[in-house]
Structure formats: structure tokens, C-alpha cells
């Protein structure tokens, strides 16, 4: 029975997701083993460093349907470690003891790091997928509401106007330079190991670098300088990235759930039949998946310390801080395949009330546009006058509750250098947008 959160039958799906869990999953890890071996005995038996015979048998019984789960549970007790109980049982399975070749000048960390290396691979490749689909749902509604108009809000208070395409486009530049990231990171991190006891290959007499660059070849992945046994920083790189990425999905859901407030009610999650119901309030409509993704980073943002706190490792072989990374590397991947599914779910279908924003902007009768006035007054009366009468006036408008227009055009000492009409175009949001929609058509030529 399922006691995590990541592998409930009932959360499990709302925490993660069902191809993250199969890429850290029991059966991938061990036939990510099966995969090295294999590939080791190959280009073993290429280089004659083992007999022919012997790698073509090893190759042939490096199958995961050939896996033993129960001996191979006990045996894993019993060592400390998976990787001599699936080569006791390649052995076991080969003729004539020709697996006595299997793993010939490896450590077991060599497998396991190889196979974390392949598990991270096909994770991140999910992850990009995800990034690229987070990002197009972004642009689309970066274009769509180029030039709708919608309250920046600064300390939680209305500040000055900008349009919602602008607050996605802003956002989607973010996702974009993870995209970036990503590609940048896949050379670093995408890079096996094999080096034996202390990482010097003392194990082999001869081949032994022709062994591990046909090996690296072989499994597609990048040959190291020199051993990175205590040396983490790449493992500790990608939970770092994993964590920068949770920020954004963050950054994200905070936006949403305090757009959906009753009071503010701008944009909305989804909607689906009963989805964010109240056992108890049948009116309420709850920002379900921001919830999660919050629950989510927040978690996610803890491994990824604690694979910082792997990297500090003794001497050539560690003694604990490696064991870190088999707890935190497979639950940050999985959480974060569950807040990019919950942001995926927002963006795609997210509702928009283009004509709340615009009330939401005059409830201040037009107080968000002292900035726009103490501006256009400037060059007439100087800046800084301008602002303390307009901040005088914004006083005086909320105490006799009047709209500001009003309060500036009866000024005597404004009404004689601008005229009615000015202050309208002054006060008119649609006027005050700055650079947005220049900016927002950066950001999307940046794309292509």
C-alpha cells in the first residue's frame, strides 16, 4: 500500500505525474542498470577486454523480465545496495559462468550513478515538454490581451495600469530563460561515470579510458574529464534548476489565486463541474491547482537543498550525503512533474474578465492615474509641486468621496494650464499604458 503522496492512488495524480513516477520508478531504475551492463559488456567484448563469448551472453541476459523482485529486494537489504543482486542474477543466468565478466572494472557507484544520470535525462526531457507547452499557453495569452488594460498592483495595492498580455509576457520571459537553462545544463549533467574504487580505473590493465569513452558512447551520454564520484555539483545543479522552475509555476499561482478573490474575480482556474467546491459553501470556487503547485514548489524548493547538502561529501567515497540524492533526486522530479501538470491545467484554460479589470481599475474614481496627472502637470508647474498638489487633491477626493477628475478640473491653478479635456486624456487608463505592448512584442519576437 502507498504511503507517500507521490504514489497514492488518490493524490498521486494530483501531486505528480503518472510518467515522472515511471521514470524514477523501481522497474526504470533497474533496467537503467540492465542498460550499463549490458553496454559495458559490449564494449568490453568490442575491445577484447573480455571474451566475445562472454559479453554476447551477459548482453543477452541483461533483461528485466529475467529480474527476480523478491531476491532482489532481500539481497539489496542484506548488501546495502542494489547493484551486486542484479549482477548476482545476470551471473546466475549466464552459461558456463561466462557472468563471471558482468560489471568487469566497475563500482557499484558507477552504475547507479550512470543510471540516475539516464532517469535524469528522460525526466528532464518531460520537463522541457511541459516548459515548451507552459510557455506557448503563455504567448497565446500575452497576444490575445496585448492592449487589454488591467491594474499593476504594488504591496497588494493598486498602483498604476498595465494589460494583462503585458503580465503574461513578463512571466513567459521567465519560463524562457529556464528554457534556456536547460539547454545549457544538458552538456554538464548529462554525463556518466566509470572509474572503479576511487575513480582512477586501477581495475583495468589496458582499455580502460577506451572502456569508458566507448561506454559513455554507447549509452549516449557525455564522457567525464576525470571520476565525479564526491563530487556532486551537477545532481545538485539540476535540483537547483528544478527549484528556479518552481519559483515561476509559484509566481504563477500566487497571481492566479489572488485574481480570483470574490473581491478582485479578474481571471479564474478552469472551470469544471464541482472542481473547487466547499462542503460547506456551495457558492465558493477555489483556485484547486494553485494550491498544489504551491504545496508543491515549496517541497520541491527543500530537496533541492538537500542535494546541496549531498555535495559535501568525504574523501573519494561518501558516507551518507550520496544516500541524500536517492531520497530527494526522484520526490523533486516528481513534485515539479505535478506543479508543471497543475500550471499547464491554469494556462490552458484560464478564464479572463477583461471587463472586471477595466472596474477594477475606476474603483479608485480614478486615483490610479495621479502618477499619469503629477507627469503631465510637470512640465507646466514642476515635478515635485505637482506631485504634493496631486497627492493633496488624491487626499481630498477620498475624503469628500468624489472622482479626481473632478477635484483636479475645479483646481484653479490647474484648470489654468491644462484644459478639461486634457485631464480626460490624462485620466484615461487607456492612454497611460507606457511601453507594454512594445514590450510584450519583444518578448514573443524573442520566440521565433
Known sequence: MASTIIDSRV???????????????????????????????????????IPKEAADEIVRNCN???IDWAKLKAKTEQIGYPIIAVVNQINANCRDKLGEYCHWGATTQDITDTAAVLQMREGLALVEQDLDEIGDALAALAKK????????????????????????????AGIDRHRERLQQLKPRVLMGEFGGASGTLSSLEKGAMETQAGLMKELGLAQPLISWHTVRDTIAEVGAFLGLVGGSLGKIAMDVKLMMQTEVAEVFEPFTPGRGSSSTMPQKRNPISC??????????????????????????????????????????????????????????????????????IDITHGLVMSEAVMMGLGPCIGREYAHDLVYDLCRQAIADNRPLIEILAAHPEISKHVSRAQLDAMCDPANNLGQAGVMVDRVLEARR
Open 11 to 49: 493524490f498521486g495524480d494530483m501531486f505528480s505525474d503518472a510518467r515522472m513516477r515511471d521514470v524514477w520508478s523501481d522497474e526504470n531504475r533497474t533496467a537503467k542498470y540492465l542498460d550499463i551492463e549490458r553496454a559495458l559488456a559490449k564494449v568490453q567484448g568490442e575491445l577484447g577486454i
Open 64 to 66: 528485466l523480465s529475467q
Open 145 to 172: 490581451y496585448r492592449d487589454t488594460p488591467v491594474i499593476g498592483r504594488s504591496n497588494l495595492q493598486q498602483a498604476t495600469p498595465i494589460t494583462f498580455g503585458y503580465k503574461m509576457a513578463s512571466i513567459l
Open 291 to 360: 494550491l498544489y503547485i504551491h504545496a508543491n514548489i515549496s517541497v520541491a524548493r527543500q530537496h533541492a537543498a538537500a542535494l546541496m547538502d549531498a555535495m559535501v561529501a568525504d574523501h573519494e567515497r561518501s558516507t551518507g550525503p550520496w544516500e541524500i540524492e536517492w531520497v530527494s533526486l526522484p520526490e523533486i522530479f516528481c513534485l515539479m512533474s505535478g506543479a508543471l501538470k497543475q500550471t499547464k491545467f491554469i494556462l490552458k484554460g484560464l478564464e479572463v474578465d477583461a471587463s472586471r479589470m477595466r472596474a477594477n
